[in-house]
């Protein structure tokens, strides 16, 4: 099976040294040592209508050793860079925090909160078209959890995701490095909570549907989007999304599809443009008459500001919004529960998946 | 040289001594602290303006000896290098309040108005029960005169108590008090800050202190120029009160009140005359000694819907820019001073005053009120007096508090800067009769924020091009300090030799390496 492509960290690597070998050269020539960062700023951040995601404009910046604004932080980044070259030599990993608190014995001195440690990884990243985790350098959280026919290899050792107990197969943080051995899914579910998650593995949906059961627990981390956005590609599977039906619910699925604006620079590596929202729709609050909470006086302003987001123009995207707005009403995934425990698995996902 | 027994024909005296006794406070006798801090200035301004007088470089010695095991208990020495006080004027100077040779005169004034030494006498007399002990040798006398002096308070004179002739080759006076309730303190409001304020503002005086701890301290003097005397100016019509006019009028030498007026008064001409007389119910032709307190007050009733000439400027005597800088130069020992000599002005309508700002930066400069980072110290002058005490009523405190001092790149609290203030006038505005803090005479006011920006301007030159050389260091150091570690560890990064990166530092950051 397909791998995320010949050896990700070594090529970060190569490209860490390429840049450092330019470096040496130009400090020969006496010519000031740059690097060219394309621009995160949000005057640089587009929607492009064509991949259908968030991107970087061609806009960069360019940082260079002559400028005393810049000298230190260029000095900072050449230590970060170091840094990573001896995560990956020595096949470690390290959090970003490990890496904010190491930056206090480099000859430049630390940094003054982790934001700005946290800032000079998106350099090397944004400058460097890589992503962080193939600088050997992780976030701090968890990735979601997958229940379904899917194995995986782990450095040397093969998990079967339904049998790695009942909380299922736990996307590890270094995403890029696992590698799908077989799968016998035909579509990935994945649901905004772990509630709506263990209904459906305890009533073996995963089964029925043929389906990859993954819980975004909220707002999905890196790594949870990274495993959705290579299902989609690597195993070429379909993905729906099925989170509450309220404003947070759409953008949870939003970010899912179309990527966020402050990871604009790496969304070509996350956003699954195809993933589809199954719900819960203004319709289906409607049409199976669910139990509701009034929207708040912010969920108005939110859903109204959704309707101003780019990503949201397509129609059927409009028409739930301002539907939404019309009844005045909210409803969680578990409230199919009125119907019975059951009747989510049986008949509402079923009907929506377009399997019976 | 003028010789001492001219000077001293134009001595007055005022029977005022009782009064004194009983308005020590008002004299500046007031709290230990300030009590001591006063005995020094009047003994001080009388050295001063004595050798002044006598056209003599003034070289000053104060010491305040701590007198056996009282805490409060002192002795405070002032000896001068003058020409002596001629043995007949001793009761007189020493024993009588209001003696003094420019009273009586329309004079810009450092003294406290001649209330002066006598008021030392009387303050030693009344807290410890000693005489006053007064040293002085003139230089036409062989012998030099031993003398200690007390004051009959009921009938307002100096009484010689004993007097003994010393052979010796000296000529000057000293003066020796014995002070009870007063406490030294080597602090602002202590004799110490009001010695180094006198040598910032009479860069001519040499000043020696000695502190009861015995350690000395110089205040060598920064120019040999002795400043041109004040010329006693007539007084001008405006703000003139019946009172005045009638003493005027006691001691003119003018045959009529019309002579009288145009002689003793300034700016008032003929023309202003006969404009007076259509005005007033006055024979002007009448003897000035038989003129009424009725026709007086007529008079200055009139001259207030009169329009007279600003009135003359000529007996203002300024320290002058150059001066202020040398002392400030010469005291503070600062990495900048400035100074700023305003045009002459005039308040209330008719009483003229010059204000003069100094700035010095670093150095002994600044004030760091206990806070241990030095900020701004305001000094305050007036005629060269320092001004101690009550600096929080002071117009020339707010002043220089309204000033927007972080536009001249200065923080008050940090930036260590000493502002100098100088009123230069023949009858200062003061609040009350203590005489340390400036009346807020709008015109005044003013003036003293035009001065204090210019000076503060200049400052600012100073420290912008100071804050750019700093920049340019700090610059240099950041390139000399991080392009070393760039090139190391893109080293470390590509497994190569680090590159000889002194070339581009050198390229960029303008300055050899460790320069």
Redesign the interface.
């Known amino acids: 099976m397909a791998n995320d492509g010949e050896d990700p960290r070594k090529d970060a690597l190569d490209e860490?040294?390429d840049f450092?070998?330019d470096?040496?050269e130009n400090?020969?020539n006496?010519?000031?040592?740059r690097m060219t960062i394309p621009s995160r700023s949000t005057s640089n951040i587009v929607f492009d209508e064509e991949k259908r995601f968030y991107t970087l404009a061609g806009k960069e910046t360019t940082r260079t050793?002559?400028n005393?604004r810049q000298?230190?932080k260029?000095?900072q980044t050449?230590?970060a860079?170091?840094f990573c070259?001896g995560l990956i030599n020595s096949d470690k990993t390290a959090t970003l925090r490990e890496m904010y608190y190491t930056s206090e014995g480099w000859?430049?001195g630390g940094f003054k909160s982790q934001d700005r440690s946290d800032r000079v990884v998106e350099d090397l990243e944004s400058s460097f078209a890589v992503k962080r985790e193939d600088l050997g350098l992780l976030p701090e959280e968890d990735g979601a959890s997958i229940f379904g026919d899917l194995t995986v290899r782990e450095e040397g050792m093969e998990v079967k995701a339904t049998e790695a107990g009942r909380a299922g197969y736990t996307i590890p943080p270094t995403m890029s490095d696992v590698e799908f051995v077989d799968c016998g899914a035909e579509r990935v579910l994945a649901v905004e909570t772990m509630g709506m998650y263990h209904r459906l593995v305890q009533e073996e949906a995963w089964d029925d549907y043929n389906a990859l059961v993954v819980a975004l627990k909220g707002q999905p981390a890196r790594a949870t989007r990274r495993f959705l956005k290579r299902a989609n590609n690597e195993l070429d599977l379909p993905v729906h999304l099925f989170t509450d039906g309220d404003p947070f619910g759409f953008h949870i699925a939003m970010v899912v599809i179309s990527g966020s604006a402050k990871l604009a620079y790496i969304n070509h590596e996350l956003a699954v443009p195809d993933a589809n929202f199954i719900g819960v729709t203004a319709t289906d609050i409607e049409e199976y008459d669910l139990p509701t909470d009034n929207l708040r006086d912010s969920d108005v302003k939110r859903l109204n500001q959704l309707l101003d987001d780019p990503r949201y123009s397509d129609g059927d995207w409009e028409k739930e919004i301002n539907k939404m707005l019309e009844l005045g009403t909210k409803a969680e995934q578990q409230a199919f529960s009125k119907y019975g425990l059951e009747y989510v698995v049986e008949e509402y996902l079923p009907s929506k998946l377009g399997l019976n | 040289m003028a010789l001492a027994k001219d000077i001293f024909k134009e001595f007055r005296e005022h029977s005022v001594s009782e009064f004194f006794r009983k308005n020590a406070a008002m004299l500046g006798y007031t709290g230990k602290i300030r009590s001591l801090t006063t005995v020094v200035h009047e003994g001080v301004t009388n050295a001063i303006d004595a050798a002044e007088d006598a056209g003599i470089l003034p070289s000053v010695y104060v010491a305040i000896r701590s007198m056996g095991d009282e805490s409060d208990h002192y002795k405070v020495i002032i000896e001068d290098n003058a020409s002596g006080i001629p043995e007949e004027y001793i009761p007189r100077v020493f024993g009588r309040m209001l003696a003094g040779t420019k009273l009586h005169r329309n004079v810009q004034n450092r003294g406290q108005q001649g209330i002066g030494i006598s008021g030392g006498v009387m303050f030693s007399q009344a807290t410890s029960g000693q005489s006053t002990v007064v040293v002085t040798s003139t230089e036409d006398s062989d012998n030099i005169s031993w003398n200690e002096v007390m004051i009959d308070v009921n009938r307002n004179r100096g009484e010689v108590q004993e007097h003994r002739e010393l052979e010796g080759d000296w000529r000057g006076t000293r003066v020796e008090f014995e002070v009870k309730d007063v406490s030294y303190r080597h602090s602002r409001y202590g004799p110490n800050n009001y010695l180094r304020m006198t040598a910032i503002a009479n860069p001519h005086v040499q000043i020696i202190f000695e502190e009861p701890d015995g350690s000395l301290t110089f205040f060598e003097r920064a120019t040999d120029e002795i400043p041109e005397q004040p010329e006693p100016v007539p007084p001008h019509p405006t703000g003139m009160r019946a009172d005045g006019l009638l003493d005027l009028s006691g001691e003119t030498q003018s045959r009529s009140v019309g002579t009288f007026l145009t002689n003793d008064l300034s700016r008032f001409s003929r023309n202003k005359l006969k404009e007076l007389e259509k005005k007033v119910d006055v024979d002007m032709d009448q003897n000035p000694e038989n003129l009424t307190w009725d026709e007086a007050e007529q008079i200055v009733t009139a001259f207030r819907n009169m329009d007279f000439m600003t009135p003359p400027t000529k007996g203002l005597r300024p320290i002058g820019e150059e001066n202020i800088e040398s002392g400030l130069n010469q005291i503070l020992d600062p990495d900048f001073a400035c100074a700023t000599t305003r045009s002459p002005e005039v308040y209330r309508g008719g009483i003229p005053f010059i204000v003069e700002t100094g700035l010095a930066y670093g150095g002994n400069a600044g004030d760091d009120a206990g806070s241990g980072e030095k900020g701004l110290e305001v000094i305050r002058f007036a005629n060269r007096a320092p001004l101690i005490f009550n600096q929080g009523g002071c117009a020339l405190t707010n002043a220089a508090e309204d000033v927007d001092w972080k536009r001249y790149e200065v923080d008050p609290e940090k930036t260590p800067v000493t502002l100098f203030i100088n009123i230069v006038s023949y009858h200062v505005p003061y609040t009350s009769a203590g005489k340390q803090s400036v009346a807020e005479e709008p015109e005044v006011y003013e003036e003293v924020r035009q001065a204090v920006m210019a000076s503060a301007r200049d400052l600012k030159r100073f420290l912008k091009k100071k804050i750019k050389k700093r920049e340019k260091r700090e610059r240099a150091s950041l390139f000399e300090n991080y392009l070393p570690i760039i090139a190391q560890k893109a080293a470390d990064i590509s497994d190569k030799e680090a590159p000889d990166i002194q070339p581009l530092v050198k390229e960029i950051a303008g300055v050899e390496s460790g320069e």
């Open positions: 860490i040294k450092s070998d470096i040496i400090i020969e006496s010519e000031p040592p050793a002559a005393m000298v230190k260029f000095a050449m230590c860079a170091d070259k000859p430049t």
